[in-house]
Structures are given as C-alpha cells and as structure tokens.
C-alpha cells in the first residue's frame, strides 16, 4: 500500500496500524531503546502555549538537550486558497485577510496588487488610496508586533509584558474598527483602491497614539531590557546566522537580526514606499535577543512612516474610476444601516434595463480579469509575503497560491533548536513570530 508524509503503516500482532502525520514519529520511536539508551521522545504541541500557536514538535531528547527536533503543520488548515477558486476577485479579499489573522491588511493589500498587476491598472490607484494603504499596513505591522512581544514574554516567563502589549494593540485595532468597521479580517484593502475613506477620527486617534506610543516603548524596554533573567534567555540562544538564514529562504525580523539588510520596501519597493523616509534595522547576533531588538525598533520605523502617510493624505477618491472594478465601493448603506440607500436604489433602477442587468451581473459575478500569471511579493511583519495568482480570464482566479512567511521560517526550527536546550525551543520558536493561520491557510 502506497503511504505519504502524513500517514504510515506498520505491521502488529493485531495486524497493520495506521497513523495520521505518525509518519515521524514512528522512524524516530524506533530507533531509540527506552530500556538502556537515555534519549526520549516528546510531543511539545500541538497546542497553542510554548508552541505560539497549534504547532506540533517532535523532539528527541538526551537529558535536557534537544538532539533532533521536527516540526509538524497543518492542525489549522482553512483551505483558504481552494476556497478562492470558487469565488469571484472582489469575494477573495474576504478570505485573503483571514490567513495570518496578525497582519490581515497585508494580506490583504498583497492580494490586491496582484489583481490590479493582472488587470493592468496598477498606475491607475488614485494617490490617496496608496498612501492609506502604507497607513493602515504600517500600523497594522505596529500591532503585529506587540502581540509577538506580548506572547514571546509571556512564553518566557515576562507576564506582565502580556499586558503592556495588548493594551496598546487594542488601541490599535480601535483606529481600525473605526476605519473599517471592524477590528480584524477587514477586507478593507480591495483591488483598485480601499473600501472606503479615512475619516477625520481616526485621523486624531492615529495621531494621538503616535504621539503615546514613545513612552510606552520606553516602559517596554525598562521592563525587559535590563533584566538578567530576559538577557539570559534571550542572547546567545537560538542562534541563526545570516548563511543559514538564506540557505533556508528566512525573510523578515529573522533575517535583519542577523545583519541582512534585506527588506522588500527598500530593495523592490511597492506602493510608493521608495519617497517615505525610513531605516531597515539590523543586528549583527542572530540570536533571540537580536530579534527583539530589531523589532523594537522597526516599531519606531513603523511610527515613522505612518506620521509620513498622514501628512501626505490629500484629498481625493479611495477607488479607480473603472466602475466595473470600483462597484463595491460605490455601494451606499440605508439609514437604518441595513440594506441599499434609497438613493443608490433609485440610481440602479432609474436607468435603463441594460443597466440594471450589468449591476445585477457585476453583484454576482463580479469582473473579469484578462489571463495571465503574475508574483507580487510585500515586506509582511513576518518577512516576504508573496503571492502567486492566476487568471484564466474569467471572474474568478484560476488559483491563487501564498508565499507565506510563518511556513517558510518554519524550516529554521531545528537549525536553531538542535543542540540547545530544551527550555531555549521555545525563546527560539517564540523569536520566528509564527502566525500558524497563515502557516496553514
């Protein structure tokens, strides 16, 4: 009988057993003696503490030393890419931004340059709707990593830390429940523009946590920073070096702690990130500390180039000009915040029939996208986010495939974890900042 990765048979007295993602795990039990060989065999997940999400290792232990470590994904497949195949481009953004639910504008705004890449209008994004679209990711990178410094704290040790960083995330998510009307999976970052305007609120929100997010930065670091136990946990453990970085595609904080400078808004920059003014923060360790350090600042980074994006919002549309490909944003909600306005209802229906017909086509089946294949890659809070679309012109995508970095960083695991200690798994798998809605979408 044929097995894969993921299944294995073997032969008992009760006759063939058969176990799921067993595959492993049987090559390693049987090559270990539990009666006089002092290696063991563990399962660290997959549950979500210490793992940073529904992640499953499997380590083989001598003592407290880790002698090999696999890891095992899939616990929280979606089938969010399968799923886009059967709904129209504008539908898609719905699923895209539930993947790494840490970073949806990403994946988002991700998705949607590949579809105007496709179309062909990638010029055509009005100048105001780019620069909300480096707003909105730029904070949304901010969020991102206090959550990985809220949990990473927590994994070791640092409780209190939990606290510090999940305040000032909710103020976040705050600015974009008022942005979009909710505070995550928005589906605000849509081809050909946004969703819908900034209004003048969040503007004063945004401003008011630029200018609040200093002094908490300052307490995150006086919390940790000159904490022996912290230090201790943190510098000289699960180091990667730069060469094993590229050997094994490591993108993102992980790779720029490492001393790598590589980060896609500077080296193949996107959405206009090539006239903002910004540093790509390095640290030449490739340990966890290093990794903290160089989130730390690209915080910093990030407070830089959204107080940029403020000043150069100008007034203007949110979404190209194409109503084909701007239709779901000319929507207009009742007054009873249900529904169609009155207005929008007269507007469909005062016209001509051959009107009518093309808006009823538009709302089920949406536009068509001319064929052809095309990768767009952004810098995500994870590293490279790339994306892989294909149209075989009709109005849905013929297959969209992620290049997810939680996936790809992944493979660093046991170059970091062989060899150390078993305590320092969980700094070192805590320091790639998985999102395993993304690692498994």
Not at 396 to 418: D, G, I, K, T, W
């Amino acid at each position: 009988m044929t097995t894969s990765n993921y299944a294995s048979e073997r032969e008992t007295d009760e006759g063939r057993v058969f176990t799921v993602t067993g595959g492993d795990w049987d090559t390693i039990v049987s090559g270990t003696d539990p009666i006089n060989d002092e290696r063991i065999v563990v399962n660290m997940g997959p549950q979500h503490p210490s793992t940073h999400g529904v992640l499953r290792l499997i380590l083989e232990l001598e003592g407290e030393t880790v002698r090999e470590a696999r890891s095992v994904v899939g616990y929280l497949h979606t089938g969010i890419e399968k799923n886009l195949e059967y709904r129209n481009w504008v539908q898609g953004s719905t699923f895209v931004t539930r993947m790494d639910y840490l970073a949806p504008i990403f994946n988002e705004t991700a998705y949607a340059l590949a579809v105007e890449k496709l179309l062909g209008i990638t010029d055509d994004i009005t100048e105001r709707a780019t620069t909300i679209r480096v707003l909105m990711m730029e904070l949304n990178r901010i969020s991102s990593h206090l959550v990985w410094l809220a949990t990473t704290g927590m994994e070791l040790g640092a409780i209190s830390i939990m606290l510090y960083g999940f305040r000032e995330r909710e103020y976040i998510l705050d600015i974009f429940e008022t942005i979009t009307g909710l505070r995550m999976n928005h589906a605000y970052v849509r081809p050909g523009g946004v969703a819908q305007d900034v209004p003048d609120e969040a503007v004063v929100k945004i401003r008011e946590f630029l200018k609040m997010m200093p002094k908490k930065l300052k307490e995150y670091e006086d919390l940790l920073s000159g904490q022996p136990i912290w230090t201790e946990r943190t510098k000289n453990v699960a180091v990667l070096d730069v060469t094993g970085c590229v050997a094994l595609g490591i993108t993102g904080p992980v790779l720029r702690s490492a001393g790598l400078a590589w980060d896609l808004r500077k080296t193949m920059p996107y959405c206009g990130y090539e006239t903002y003014e910004f540093d790509v923060p390095t640290h030449p360790d490739g340990d966890v500390w290093g990794r903290y350090q160089v989130r730390l600042a690209e915080i910093r980074e990030s407070m830089k180039l959204v107080e940029q994006a403020l000043d150069r919002l100008r007034p203007g549309p949110v979404m190209v000009a194409d109503r084909k490909i701007a239709w779901p944003a000319q929507l207009a909600i009742g007054v009873d915040g249900m529904g169609n306005s009155l207005e929008h209802v007269a507007k469909i229906m005062g016209q001509s029939m051959e009107s009518l017909i093309h808006h009823f086509k538009l709302v089920t089946e949406g536009f068509r996208v001319p064929p052809g294949q095309v990768y767009v890659a952004i810098e995500a809070p994870r590293g490279e986010l790339g994306v892989h679309a294909v149209s075989d012109g009709g109005t849905r995508p013929y297959r969209v495939h992620y290049r997810e970095p939680s996936f790809v960083n992944l493979q660093a695991l046991p170059a970091m974890a062989e060899g150390g200690l078993i305590a320092d798994v969980i700094a070192g798998g805590a320091s790639l900042d998985p999102v395993m809605g993304g690692c498994d979408r």
